[in-house]
């Protein structure tokens, strides 16, 4: 990962903005669409800024100097400049998707946009604002964490009643908490990968995968597969215990040590 994607909140925030023309409109749009005002360089209490000047002299030095005061700066067009870039977003708000690519090409991120545009739903943002606004019923329902998840998991999943991909009524949110199962409970997985490549997981290994709690797997499983596992998830190199620990465990094994 060449970049750590965050999300910064701007609203009711000075953003420094220089440069005129469509590079600077542009940005324009978008800090002002995430809440943000632009102002010039003269604000002291700016921390993040953008700079949209043709003149590739006249930008470095503008860049410069703002570094030098402490800010994030974004040059539009001049990834080697930048201490962040701007991602292609597909706005569902609250739910928003960033597609970034490093600087390396813009419009290969608007080409994937574009496509994750077309899978999602209208429907998903009342949705998460739905499930915001179920938060302490559904910590009543599932009081412990870890059971809230499972649950959350299996009505996220593909077909299920909150299912992301999938078109939702304003009391659907209310409907799976009456008629959700209990989670499944504690559950150890042995999976035979295909091959060692992320390309050949199937959609049942790679939603697994974003599910457990646990990954055990072979020393010479690579690091591209473990990486499809949720972040906070716990690995370790090795079978795993018996009994194998609380949650949802797998066991991934490739080909060549697979029996």
């Known amino acids: 990962m060449d970049q750590l994607p965050i999300f910064v909140n701007l609203k009711g925030r000075n953003v420094i903005l220089l440069g005129e023309g469509e590079m600077a409109d542009a940005k324009r749009r978008l800090i002002e669409r995430a809440g943000g005002s632009c102002v010039d360089a003269s604000h002291k209490d700016a921390r993040i800024a953008f700079v949209a000047i043709a003149d590739e002299d006249e930008a470095r ?12 700066v974004n040059v539009v067009d001049r990834p080697e400049m930048c201490d962040f870039t701007t991602p292609a977003i597909v706005d569902r708000t609250p739910v928003l998707v960033a597609v970034g690519t490093a600087g390396a090409s813009a419009g290969m991120a608007k080409a994937i946009r574009q496509r994750i545009e077309n899978l999602l739903p209208e429907t998903l943002g009342p949705l998460a604002d ?19 998840r499972r649950a959350l998991d299996q009505g996220f999943a593909a077909a299920g009643l909150l299912d992301p991909f999938g078109h939702h009524a304003p009391d659907t949110v209310q409907l799976w908490l009456k ?4 989670p499944k409970g504690d559950r150890l997985i042995e999976i035979a990968l295909l091959s060692d490549s992320p390309d ?7 939603r697994l995968l974003g599910e457990a709690d646990y990954v055990f797997h072979d ?23 018996v009994p194998a620990p609380e949650g949802l465990s797998l066991f991934l094994r490739l080909p060549s040590t697979h029996g």
């Open 179 to 182: 008629v959700a199962e209990e």
């Open 219 to 241: 020393a010479d499983v690579p690091a591209a597969i473990l990486n499809r596992a949720r972040a906070d998830a716990v690995r370790h190199t090795g079978a795993p215990p």
């Open 200 to 206: 050949d997981l199937t959609l049942l290994t790679a």
């Open 130 to 148: 739905a499930i915001a606004g179920a938060r302490v019923a559904i910590r009543e329902r599932w009081p412990e964490g870890p059971e809230r």
């Open 61 to 72: 030095a503008a860049a410069d100097d703002l570094k030098a005061r402490g800010l994030l």
